[in-house]
T-cell receptor
Framework: KNQVEQSPQSLIILEGKNCTLQ??????????LRWYKQDTGRGPVSLTI?????NTKSNGRYTATLDADTKQSSLHITASQLSDSASYICVVAANFGNEKLTFGTGTRLTIIP | SQTIHQWPATLVQPVGSPLSLECTVEGTSNPNLYWYRQAAGRGLQLLFYSVGIGQISSEVPQNLSASRPQDRQFILSSKKLLLSDSGFYLC???????????FGQGTRLTVV
Protein backbone atom coordinates (compact mmCIF):
# COMPACT_ATOMS: atom_id res chain seq x y z
CA LYS A 1 0.00 0.00 0.00
CA ASN A 2 1.29 3.45 -0.92
CA GLN A 3 2.04 5.50 2.16
CA VAL A 4 3.61 8.81 3.04
CA GLU A 5 4.80 9.44 6.60
CA GLN A 6 5.91 12.77 7.94
CA SER A 7 7.79 13.76 11.05
CA PRO A 8 7.57 15.44 13.40
CA GLN A 9 3.80 15.79 13.73
CA SER A 10 4.28 19.24 15.20
CA LEU A 11 7.16 21.60 15.76
CA ILE A 12 7.55 24.90 17.59
CA ILE A 13 10.60 27.07 16.95
CA LEU A 14 11.69 30.62 17.62
CA GLU A 15 11.49 33.20 14.87
CA GLY A 16 14.76 33.37 12.94
CA LYS A 17 15.73 29.76 13.61
CA ASN A 18 16.04 27.04 11.00
CA CYS A 19 14.13 23.77 10.91
CA THR A 20 13.90 20.58 8.87
CA LEU A 21 10.79 18.54 8.18
CA GLN A 22 10.99 14.91 7.11
CA UNK A 23 8.98 12.79 4.68
CA UNK A 24 9.32 9.05 4.07
CA UNK A 25 7.32 7.33 1.38
CA UNK A 26 6.61 3.89 -0.02
CA UNK A 27 4.81 5.00 -3.18
CA UNK A 28 5.70 2.98 -6.27
CA UNK A 29 6.33 3.52 -9.11
CA UNK A 30 7.50 6.95 -8.09
CA UNK A 31 6.66 9.93 -10.28
CA UNK A 32 7.39 12.98 -8.17
CA LEU A 33 7.11 14.51 -4.74
CA ARG A 34 5.68 17.87 -3.78
CA TRP A 35 5.74 19.88 -0.61
CA TYR A 36 2.63 21.92 0.15
CA LYS A 37 2.04 24.68 2.65
CA GLN A 38 -1.40 24.92 4.23
CA ASP A 39 -2.36 27.99 6.20
CA THR A 40 -5.04 27.48 8.83
CA GLY A 41 -8.50 27.29 7.31
CA ARG A 42 -7.19 27.37 3.74
CA GLY A 43 -6.42 24.85 1.04
CA PRO A 44 -2.81 23.69 0.58
CA VAL A 45 -0.59 25.44 -1.93
CA SER A 46 2.35 23.82 -3.69
CA LEU A 47 5.84 25.00 -2.62
CA THR A 48 8.13 22.81 -4.67
CA ILE A 49 8.23 19.67 -6.79
CA UNK A 50 10.97 17.04 -6.84
CA UNK A 51 11.36 14.54 -9.65
CA UNK A 52 13.37 11.33 -9.56
CA UNK A 53 16.55 12.91 -10.90
CA UNK A 54 16.54 15.94 -8.61
CA ASN A 55 18.35 15.91 -5.28
CA THR A 56 17.90 19.49 -4.12
CA LYS A 57 15.62 22.35 -5.06
CA SER A 58 15.23 25.74 -3.45
CA ASN A 59 12.36 28.20 -3.38
CA GLY A 60 13.44 31.24 -1.43
CA ARG A 61 14.00 30.23 2.18
CA TYR A 62 12.64 26.74 1.48
CA THR A 63 15.00 23.98 0.33
CA ALA A 64 13.71 20.51 -0.48
CA THR A 65 15.87 17.42 -0.84
CA LEU A 66 15.07 14.02 -2.27
CA ASP A 67 16.84 10.69 -1.86
CA ALA A 68 15.05 8.34 -4.25
CA ASP A 69 17.14 5.37 -3.08
CA THR A 70 16.03 5.63 0.55
CA LYS A 71 12.66 7.16 -0.41
CA GLN A 72 13.12 10.13 1.83
CA SER A 73 12.60 13.85 1.38
CA SER A 74 13.18 16.81 3.62
CA LEU A 75 12.05 20.43 3.65
CA HIS A 76 14.48 22.84 5.25
CA ILE A 77 13.27 26.30 6.24
CA THR A 78 15.92 28.93 6.81
CA ALA A 79 15.58 32.02 8.99
CA SER A 80 11.98 31.26 9.89
CA GLN A 81 9.37 33.98 9.93
CA LEU A 82 6.05 34.21 11.74
CA SER A 83 4.29 33.75 8.40
CA ASP A 84 5.89 30.32 8.08
CA SER A 85 3.47 29.05 10.74
CA ALA A 86 1.39 26.51 8.84
CA SER A 87 1.03 22.83 8.11
CA TYR A 88 3.53 21.39 5.63
CA ILE A 89 2.32 18.43 3.65
CA CYS A 90 4.37 15.99 1.62
CA VAL A 91 2.56 14.57 -1.41
CA VAL A 92 3.87 11.78 -3.61
CA ALA A 93 2.55 10.90 -7.05
CA ALA A 94 2.66 7.39 -8.47
CA ASN A 95 3.19 7.06 -12.19
CA PHE A 96 0.18 5.07 -13.30
CA GLY A 97 -1.02 7.32 -16.09
CA ASN A 98 -3.91 8.60 -14.02
CA GLU A 99 -1.69 9.55 -11.14
CA LYS A 100 -3.24 9.26 -7.76
CA LEU A 101 -1.70 11.48 -5.15
CA THR A 102 -0.79 10.10 -1.74
CA PHE A 103 -0.76 12.75 0.97
CA GLY A 104 1.18 12.70 4.20
CA THR A 105 -0.62 13.86 7.33
CA GLY A 106 1.57 16.93 7.58
CA THR A 107 3.79 18.66 10.08
CA ARG A 108 2.24 21.52 12.02
CA LEU A 109 4.91 24.24 12.32
CA THR A 110 4.49 27.10 14.76
CA ILE A 111 6.90 30.03 14.77
CA ILE A 112 6.96 32.02 17.99
CA PRO A 113 8.42 35.52 18.35
CA SER B 1 -7.22 30.08 -16.23
CA GLN B 2 -8.42 27.25 -14.09
CA THR B 3 -10.44 27.82 -10.96
CA ILE B 4 -12.09 25.62 -8.40
CA HIS B 5 -15.23 26.52 -6.51
CA GLN B 6 -16.31 24.82 -3.33
CA TRP B 7 -19.33 25.70 -1.26
CA PRO B 8 -20.56 26.41 1.27
CA ALA B 9 -17.60 27.80 3.21
CA THR B 10 -19.10 26.93 6.58
CA LEU B 11 -21.95 24.65 7.56
CA VAL B 12 -23.55 23.69 10.84
CA GLN B 13 -25.80 20.67 10.63
CA PRO B 14 -27.63 18.58 13.25
CA VAL B 15 -26.83 14.92 13.76
CA GLY B 16 -28.89 12.76 11.45
CA SER B 17 -29.39 15.42 8.79
CA PRO B 18 -28.26 14.95 5.18
CA LEU B 19 -25.22 16.59 3.63
CA SER B 20 -24.35 17.79 0.17
CA LEU B 21 -21.11 19.63 -0.58
CA GLU B 22 -20.45 20.67 -4.12
CA CYS B 23 -17.23 21.33 -5.98
CA THR B 24 -16.84 22.53 -9.53
CA VAL B 25 -13.77 23.15 -11.63
CA GLU B 26 -13.53 25.64 -14.49
CA GLY B 27 -11.00 26.03 -17.25
CA THR B 28 -9.94 22.43 -17.66
CA SER B 29 -11.33 19.16 -18.98
CA ASN B 30 -11.24 15.64 -17.62
CA PRO B 31 -9.49 16.46 -14.35
CA ASN B 32 -8.79 14.05 -11.53
CA LEU B 33 -10.95 15.12 -8.60
CA TYR B 34 -10.45 14.53 -4.90
CA TRP B 35 -12.31 14.97 -1.62
CA TYR B 36 -10.25 15.25 1.55
CA ARG B 37 -11.17 15.68 5.19
CA GLN B 38 -9.02 17.28 7.81
CA ALA B 39 -10.06 16.76 11.41
CA ALA B 40 -9.02 19.37 13.95
CA GLY B 41 -5.26 19.23 14.48
CA ARG B 42 -4.89 16.35 12.06
CA GLY B 43 -3.55 15.89 8.54
CA LEU B 44 -5.39 15.47 5.28
CA GLN B 45 -7.27 12.21 4.83
CA LEU B 46 -8.20 11.22 1.29
CA LEU B 47 -11.88 10.26 1.18
CA PHE B 48 -12.66 9.83 -2.51
CA TYR B 49 -11.00 10.37 -5.84
CA SER B 50 -12.36 10.25 -9.36
CA VAL B 51 -10.66 9.90 -12.73
CA GLY B 52 -13.83 10.37 -14.78
CA ILE B 53 -17.60 10.79 -14.84
CA GLY B 54 -19.23 8.15 -12.68
CA GLN B 55 -15.86 6.72 -11.61
CA ILE B 56 -15.43 7.01 -7.86
CA SER B 57 -12.85 5.32 -5.67
CA SER B 58 -13.34 5.28 -1.93
CA GLU B 59 -10.27 5.30 0.27
CA VAL B 60 -11.85 4.67 3.65
CA PRO B 61 -15.16 3.13 4.74
CA GLN B 62 -17.35 5.80 6.22
CA ASN B 63 -20.68 7.52 6.42
CA LEU B 64 -20.06 9.52 3.25
CA SER B 65 -20.44 9.00 -0.48
CA ALA B 66 -19.29 10.89 -3.56
CA SER B 67 -20.65 11.33 -7.04
CA ARG B 68 -19.40 12.87 -10.26
CA PRO B 69 -22.43 13.60 -12.41
CA GLN B 70 -20.51 15.85 -14.78
CA ASP B 71 -16.89 16.06 -15.86
CA ARG B 72 -16.06 19.04 -13.65
CA GLN B 73 -18.51 18.51 -10.80
CA PHE B 74 -17.78 16.49 -7.68
CA ILE B 75 -20.32 16.10 -4.89
CA LEU B 76 -19.81 14.81 -1.37
CA SER B 77 -22.93 13.50 0.35
CA SER B 78 -24.26 11.84 3.44
CA LYS B 79 -27.75 10.56 4.21
CA LYS B 80 -27.34 10.96 7.98
CA LEU B 81 -24.53 12.95 9.52
CA LEU B 82 -22.66 11.76 12.60
CA LEU B 83 -20.83 13.90 15.13
CA SER B 84 -17.58 12.37 13.88
CA ASP B 85 -18.23 13.82 10.42
CA SER B 86 -17.25 17.26 11.69
CA GLY B 87 -14.13 18.59 10.06
CA PHE B 88 -12.64 20.66 7.28
CA TYR B 89 -13.50 19.27 3.86
CA LEU B 90 -11.35 20.10 0.88
CA CYS B 91 -11.99 19.48 -2.79
CA UNK B 92 -9.01 19.33 -5.14
CA UNK B 93 -8.28 18.69 -8.77
CA UNK B 94 -5.24 17.72 -10.80
CA UNK B 95 -4.54 17.53 -14.51
CA UNK B 96 -4.05 14.09 -16.05
CA UNK B 97 -0.35 13.49 -16.42
CA UNK B 98 0.56 16.28 -14.02
CA UNK B 99 0.72 15.96 -10.31
CA UNK B 100 0.12 19.34 -8.79
CA UNK B 101 -3.17 19.37 -6.94
CA UNK B 102 -5.16 22.59 -6.73
CA PHE B 103 -7.39 22.98 -3.74
CA GLY B 104 -10.63 24.76 -3.09
CA GLN B 105 -11.00 26.98 -0.07
CA GLY B 106 -12.63 24.26 1.98
CA THR B 107 -15.87 23.77 3.89
CA ARG B 108 -15.87 23.88 7.66
CA LEU B 109 -18.55 21.37 8.72
CA THR B 110 -19.74 21.24 12.30
CA VAL B 111 -22.20 18.54 13.23
CA VAL B 112 -24.10 19.36 16.41
Amino acid sequence: KNQVEQSPQSLIILEGKNCTLQCNYTVSPFSNLRWYKQDTGRGPVSLTIMTFSENTKSNGRYTATLDADTKQSSLHITASQLSDSASYICVVAANFGNEKLTFGTGTRLTIIP
Amino acid sequence: SQTIHQWPATLVQPVGSPLSLECTVEGTSNPNLYWYRQAAGRGLQLLFYSVGIGQISSEVPQNLSASRPQDRQFILSSKKLLLSDSGFYLCAWSVRGRTEAFFGQGTRLTVV
